[in-house]
């Protein structure tokens, strides 16, 4: 008996030793009771130990296990703790573990003596023995609203939020097989998932559950009933060997009686009473630091809500200076509280000495390197604020790459860095920073901590934002201040211990009413005033507005009126013009027609008369071409295709065109040339002769007597070159009054009667659009009476020095003693296929009709054709399906490739494209004359008289002797044939450049190509041409192998012409 109270004297002397280690427990102080009677064995294992050695798991277990900013270690099981080192005598030592897992296996090892919060699954499953249970766990469900239940019960899917560990999840899903678990790592994650919406039901602790709910943060969630689970007891875990610990523990447990329910009371989540305190037991120093330190400068961040912002007076409000008063009635400080600014700004200010404490800092471990953290008294979990249209993502892991906005210093930058580091941070400074950052887009989310993001989002930007919940630890708010204030921390700690949990429970239930967004009268109704305000702002708007409208819309009306009416005047016009240009020429047409019939019939050819027809029909297709294309320009769909020619040899041919023409008026022609003239250029050759033709003609047209001058220079400047080319003639002029209207659609000048041939007015426009396609001008002078002048000005491309890509003369029109084709001639108008038939022959050739493509496509597979020539539009099958039928079967059967050429009424910009695509090699537009059939054909082959000598023994392109063998060693058909070919050739070069974008057209050219050189036996250019063929077939198309073909095809075709130019001329 001596030795037994000898023991006990000592241990309790021990006991007001000062505790050690980074973390202190902060239990409740219970009434004293006697100390347990104890046998020897369990007195010998307090005197050999002395301290209790505790296991603290870091998790958020509330109301058992709370560790909030890591400074202290408080709750039911801390309270327990307390008992048993008091009823003990022994020192409690807290070691943190990151799981159960770590504490356990420290358990087993004797690393510690205790740990607490354990189930009796959990002591089974990591072979620990646990003593007497100081709790009863029976799981309690917790859904937003009262549909939950019903969900539930008539057996429909849901969302069951889950604190990982807190039940075996397969015996969860066993219970709900229709539900789906989300896994959680503290209650307050996983009740923010269930006020947000983002889970149906939670499951947890009836008194972590309860405790929670009465802190008011969980707004409409409620109590559905208990889980068809079994209850289990929470208790200490011990070594199963430390029988001694196991008799003390369950010793204490087993005598406290009604202390049990003192603890679990005290928990509770229930209105706080009046607590009377007597007394904070401070030591010594700590008395007297106080006493020379009774006023403490406290800074608060005033947009921090709800711990610390102002109210519509001012005034600074908040859950932190709540607290800070009853904290200054428990130790006599007087509280300064100021706005201190940002997070940065107020830890620099503590640092600096210029303040001693900040309110509602919420803990991190960076700042903890910095500061000294108080108890927390407020926590809360970390959301995800993001735009109100924007979709929740599953995880974070979906917002990798994207812009996060995230409190500088604050724990969840250390989580995500770790969990989630290719999320891009975006550090603010605050709470309200962040909330701004993602209304205006500059990040795609922010994280905060729920109570901040509610009331930020509602007083901000209602309905413009929404929160979502994340698998996050939660965010625990204390105070702060430097490491060097040891007593005012020590003071806050034991004022804070002080006061009941359920005080602290008031305060914050009553800082997280949704009230505090508009404190005042003013800025409680404020928006729906504004709103009302705003609604009649709006309607007055609207109302001016549509009385705005319906008066714009009478101008529109009026003016769609009055623009309708010119357009109908304006079509009128066109009409009234169209008729009378039209009639004029038909009217000489149809007369001279007429006469010329009637005097055949009397056996007298009237030339005339037929010639007189003739210019008629000309200038009555000249006529219909310019009004096509000033509706083609005006549509934007008229193109140009530039080639590279010489600009002396295209001003030179125009000349030749007028030549005939100005001597019958006797006028004089003269053409000047200066500068760089013969230099080849790019330019569209068609258009530019159709520009310089049209001037020409207006010169001659309107000169009785005197000349036409044409002058050219030419200039190089860079790549470019500068061109000037004017008209000059000495004829009737224009006013200048009347010179800028010229150029519109039928406006020709005022004296025009003088001239015997008047124009339609669309030739000036035309040409005035062109050489602004051409990159150009057009410049017209006057002078009435002394003659007209235009200018034209062009910067034309120059090409790479390039023999082949000279543009090739037109042919003859006269029949010389070319090669006879067989022709196939496809129309379904009979007139056009007897004057088709009828030129073919003239020219030489052999033709066969047809009255549509099948019927034409059972002719040419029968037989034999050189060329075909299809309309494009016909009945049953038209042009363009015949040439694909045809194109098709030559590649099946390997045959050579005919010439096809289509024929067409039509003016469309993409006929000729058209027409390519399905496989034709030319396209021809009615009417035709005999030049562009020529030219369609391939051109006359005129004999040539150059000899054929020495020139065999060069090097041979082609199987020389082969060739002679065909033409019968007739010298005459050999040089007529070499002629052909040359011609050919050059063709082809044209087209080939022509055609450099065009797979299609390529494909066809190489195709056809590639058949004259199987009977010249030419083995390079076959080559050539099944290399490029082969790359317009591929799939996909590679442009760069495509036109690397085209420019090898290219240099063999340039081998043929030099090889044939040594025996031919021209």
Request: charged share 20%; hydrophobic share 45%; net charge neutral.
């Amino acid at each position: 008996m001596f030795l037994r109270a000898l023991l006990i004297g000592i241990l309790g002397g021990l006991s007001y030793l000062p505790t050690c280690g980074a973390v202190q427990l902060h239990a409740r102080p219970a009434p004293q009771t006697p100390p347990p009677a104890l046998d020897n064995e369990e007195l010998r294992w307090l005197w050999e130990h002395r301290e209790l050695r505790l296991g603290v798991i870091a998790r958020d277990n509330p109301p058992f296990d709370m560790l909030t900013t890591g400074q202290a270690y408080e709750g039911i099981t801390a309270d327990y703790v307390g008992l048993l080192a008091s009823q003990l005598r022994l020192e409690v030592q807290l070691q943190v573990f990151a799981s159960f897992a770590e504490a356990a296996a420290a358990l087993r090892q004797g690393s510690i003596d205790l740990l607490g919060s354990v189930s009796p699954q959990q002591a089974l499953e990591a072979g620990l023995h646990l003593s007497a249970p100081y709790a009863q766990d029976r799981p309690l469900l917790v859904a937003p609203q009262q549909h939950a239940r019903e969900r539930v019960s008539r057996g429909a899917s849901f969302r069951l939020a889950l604190v990982d560990g807190y039940r075996p999840r397969e015996q969860v899903q066993a219970l709900y097989p229709l539900a789906e678990i989300q896994l959680h790592p503290s209650p307050f994650s996983a009740l923010a998932a269930l006020a947000l919406g983002d889970a149906d039901l939670y499951l947890g602790s009836t008194l972590g559950s309860r405790y929670l709910l009465g802190r008011n943060q969980w707004n409409g969630a409620e109590e559905i009933g208990h889980a068809a689970l079994a209850r289990q007891a929470v208790g200490f875990a011990m070594a199963r060997d430390n029988k001694a610990l196991i008799g003390l523990v369950d010793r204490v447990l087993d005598g406290l009686g009604d202390q049990h329910a003192d603890i679990h009371e005290r928990w509770h989540a229930r209105p706080a009473a009046v607590h009377r305190s007597p007394g904070i037991p401070l030591s010594d120093a700590e008395r007297h630091w106080l006493a020379e330190n009774p006023r403490i400068k406290v800074l608060v961040n005033e947009q921090a809500m709800p711990l610390s912002y102002r109210d519509g007076k001012g005034q600074l409000q908040g859950l932190s200076l709540d607290l800070l008063q009853l904290l200054g009635r428990r130790t006599g400080l007087e509280f300064q509280v100021e706005a201190g600014g940002t997070t940065a700004q107020m830890v620099e200010q503590v640092r600096m000495g210029k303040a001693q404490l900040i309110a509602g800092l919420p803990y991190s471990p960076a700042r903890g390197e910095r500061l000294g953290f108080s108890r927390g008294y407020l926590s809360s979990a970390y959301v995800l604020v993001m735009q109100g249209h924007a979709d929740r993502p599953a995880e974070l892991a979906q917002l990798n790459g994207r812009r996060l906005a995230l409190e500088e210093g604050s724990l969840a930058q250390v989580l995500l860095a770790q969990a989630y580091p290719r999320v891009v941070q975006s550090p603010v400074s605050g709470a309200l920073e962040a909330v701004h950052a993602v209304a205006a887009g500059r990040v795609a989310a922010a994280v905060l901590p729920l109570d901040q993001a509610r009331l930020l989002v509602a007083r901000w930007y209602p309905g413009r934002l929404r929160i979502s919940s994340l698998a996050l630890p939660a965010a625990h708010f204390a105070f702060a201040s430097s490491p060097g204030t040891v007593h005012l921390q020590s003071i806050l700690d034991k004022a804070m211990l002080d006061l009941a949990p359920r005080e602290i429970d008031a305060l914050v239930r009553r800082w997280r009413s949704p009230l505090i967004v508009a404190a005042s009268a003013w800025q409680r109704y404020r928006p729906h005033l504004l709103l009302g305000f705003l609604g009649a702002f709006v309607a007055l708007v609207v109302a001016l507005l549509w009385i705005r409208y319906l008066r714009r819309l009478q101008v529109q009306l009026r003016r769609a009126k009055q623009g309708a009416e010119a357009a109908s005047h304006a079509k009128t016009h066109f009409l009234a013009a169209m008729s009378h240009e039209i009639r004029t020429p038909l009217h000489a047409l149809l007369g001279m027609l007429e006469l010329a019939q009637r005097k055949a019939s009397q056996g007298v050819l009237d030339h005339l008369a037929i010639e007189v027809a003739a210019d008629a029909a000309r200038g009555l297709q000249e006529l219909i071409g310019d009004i096509l294309d000033v509706t083609r320009i005006e549509a934007g769909e008229l193109q140009l295709t530039p080639a590279v020619a010489c600009l002396r040899q295209q001003v030179s041919q125009v000349i030749q065109w007028f030549d005939h023409q100005a001597r019958d008026k006797g006028l004089r022609l003269d053409l000047t040339v200066e500068g760089e003239v013969d230099r080849p250029v790019l330019l569209d050759p068609v258009r530019f002769r159709q520009v310089l033709a049209n001037l020409l003609s207006n010169a001659i047209k309107f000169t009785p007597q005197g000349r036409v001058q044409v002058s050219v220079c030419a200039q190089s400047r860079s790549d470019r070159l500068v061109v000037r080319l004017i008209v000059e003639d000495t004829g009737i002029g224009i006013a200048k009054a009347e010179l800028a209207e010229l150029g519109q659609p039928f406006r020709q000048a005022s004296n025009q009667s003088q001239s015997p041939r008047c124009s339609t007015g669309l030739g000036l426009g035309i040409c005035r659009s062109l050489c602004q396609m051409m990159g150009g001008d057009l410049q017209l002078n006057s002078e009435l009476g002394r003659g007209t002048q235009a200018q034209i000005h062009l910067e034309l491309p120059i090409p790479p020095l390039d023999p082949s890509a000279t543009v090739v003369e037109r042919c003859g029109d006269a029949p010389s003693d070319a090669v006879p084709l067989r022709v196939l001639v496809v129309d379904d108008y009979p007139a056009n296929r007897l004057l088709l038939a009828q030129q073919l022959d003239y020219l030489g050739h052999q033709a066969r009709v047809a009255e549509d493509g099948a019927q034409a496509l059972r002719l040419w597979l029968n037989e034999h054709f050189d060329v075909v020539i299809s309309d494009c539009r016909m009945p049953r099958l038209d042009g363009y399906g015949l040439a694909k039928a045809i194109r098709l079967h030559e590649r099946r059967k390997g045959r050579t490739a005919c010439r096809l050429v289509g024929l067409t009424a039509s003016a469309l910009a993409d006929e000729r494209r058209r027409c390519r695509a399905a496989g034709m090699d030319d396209c021809l537009f009615k009417p035709l004359g005999l030049q562009a059939l020529i030219g369609a054909l391939g051109g006359s082959v005129a004999q040539q008289g150059k000899r054929l000598g020495a020139q065999c023994a060069d090097k041979a392109v082609f199987d020389f002797e082969h060739l002679r063998q065909l033409a019968d060693n007739d010298q005459g058909a050999l040089e007529a044939v070499l002629a052909d070919l040359r011609r050919s050739n050059r063709d082809d070069l044209t087209r080939l450049a022509d055609s450099a974008e065009d797979p299609m057209a390529l494909a066809v050219l190489a195709h056809r190509v590639k058949g004259g050189a199987r009977i010249l036996r030419a083995v390079d250019l076959i080559n050539a041409c099944e290399r490029l063929e082969g790359s317009c077939a591929r799939e996909p198309l590679d442009l760069e192998r495509l036109r690397r073909d085209a420019q090898a095809l290219h240099a063999v075709m340039q081998d043929l012409e030099r090889y044939l130019a040594s025996f031919t001329q021209g």
